[in-house]
């Protein structure tokens, strides 16, 4: 043969090892011929070997290679497809049955057939690229089919895109952290946890799946679990997690230290003083700090789930124990009681800040159930003007019990002037 090969890509069917020369030769010269696009007598050679031995898949090889040179790709195919039948792992057969699969526009198949090629014959660097390039191509046409789904909340069909995706890149941490994101959309928060944590396993800087897992831990209540994560998400990316979501969860954790009688405030229909001593110890704890501490003796709190913030309320003059230096921890609260805290509290508050202060400090309030001439009243208006203790109506109703949530309320809102 002279000159260049007109089919270079073409893989030549080489003959096992033990075929009669005859045979083998009748290959090698019709390959010469189709090399130089003398296709008459390529295809003599070719089918006298078929004709000699029907089943000799090299042949059948050649055949379907000539085919491809006739451009007639669907007859290529078959005969592929029926020396593959003789030896599934024939690596020229596979070659070329991947070839014209491409020209079908059938790029998975194409993709199986190289890849299967390339297990056989690891050293084809030429057909390593050529797999890459198309497990790209495959892999960009799952992402697309995903995003669509997805963005029709078709998250089943999503889901199925992204998972043959990873089949076909399965090291790209990306690939497993979108997958997570549309199973948790779906709900599926076990597959999506699962899945986030094979994503940052494959890229720990992976900033989006940190936060995805801290997302799926915070809502099934691990609190720790998701400060971690997401603590993690923001050392990469300050911006991934909001820092009222950090807030939230520091407050949460903090919440979970606490005894249950503390947390169980909210639900209370009725609060006791020591649950108001308590609210203010750990939530008002910088402000109370602030005042000049009394030494008094109080008899009746050892032991108490409160003792550790009856006493340094107490010590600040916030609420007073009784002539006998009892505190009396069970004993309901009413709102003429609380407004005497609470106007202590602002005085304590408008010490700090006085511009605040003038807001309420000589404000006399109208209320309509309180007569300014009451021992309660200037405590009462206080609390009103502040804005901490609101009326309800144009009462202030001072015999009425004050609710757990009520409670919570007033202090944040005390809380909120401190601040």
Do not use: C
Request: charged fraction near 25%; avoid cysteine; hydrophobic fraction near 45%.
């Amino acid at each position: 043969m002279t000159g260049a090969p007109k089919h270079p890509d073409f893989v030549f069917p080489a003959s096992p090892e033990g075929t009669a020369p005859a045979l083998a030769s009748r290959i090698e010269r019709g390959w010469q011929y189709l090399q130089i696009d003398d296709a008459r007598n390529a295809e003599r050679e070719f089918a006298a070997a078929l004709k000699q031995q029907p089943t000799f898949h090299p042949a059948e090889t050649a055949m379907a290679y000539l085919s491809m040179a006739r451009g007639n790709e669907k007859d290529a195919a078959t005969r592929f497809e029926r020396a593959l039948q003789a030896e599934a792992a024939y690596v020229p057969a596979l070659i070329g049955r991947g070839q014209v699969l491409l020209e079908l526009d059938r790029d998975g198949d194409a993709l199986a057939s190289f890849e299967a090629a390339l297990a056989k014959e690891p050293s084809r660097t030429e057909l390593k690229s050529r797999v890459d390039v198309l497990r790209f191509r495959q892999t960009q046409a799952m992402l697309a089919r995903a995003k669509t789904a997805a963005d029709g909340r078709r998250f089943d069909e999503a889901a199925e895109a992204y998972r043959q995706a990873i089949a076909a890149s399965p090291d790209s941490g990306f690939l497993y952290r979108d997958l997570a994101a549309v199973e948790q959309k779906a709900g599926q928060a076990a597959s999506a946890l699962e899945h986030y944590r094979k994503a940052v396993d494959l890229d720990p800087g992976d900033a989006r799946s940190h936060a995805g897992i801290g997302a799926l831990l915070d809502a099934q209540g691990d609190v720790m679990g998701a400060i971690a994560a997401y603590e993690r998400a923001r050392s990469l990316d300050a911006g991934e997690v909001p820092e009222s979501v950090m807030v939230r969860l520091r407050a949460a954790a903090a919440l979970a230290k606490l005894p249950a009688e503390y947390r169980a405030i909210p639900d209370r229909s009725q609060v006791t003083r020591a649950d108001i001593a308590a609210l203010i110890g750990v939530r008002l704890e910088a402000l109370i700090a602030r005042a000049q501490p009394r030494q008094l003796v109080i008899t009746d709190i050892r032991g108490h789930w409160a003792q550790g913030w009856i006493s340094p309320v107490v010590r600040s003059g916030v609420m007073d124990t009784l002539p006998n230096y009892e505190f009396e921890p069970s004993r309901l609260v009413r709102r003429n009681e609380l407004a005497t805290t609470v106007s202590r509290l602002l005085t304590l508050v408008a010490a700090a800040r006085p511009e605040l202060g003038k807001k309420w400090q000589g404000v006399r309030v109208a209320i309509a159930d309180v007569a300014p001439t009451h021992l309660s009243y200037p405590a009462a208006s206080v609390a009103v003007a502040s804005g901490v203790m609101p009326l309800a109506g144009a009462n202030f109703e001072l015999l009425r019990g004050v609710n757990g949530r009520e409670a919570m309320d007033i202090i944040s809102r005390i809380e909120a002037l401190a601040r």
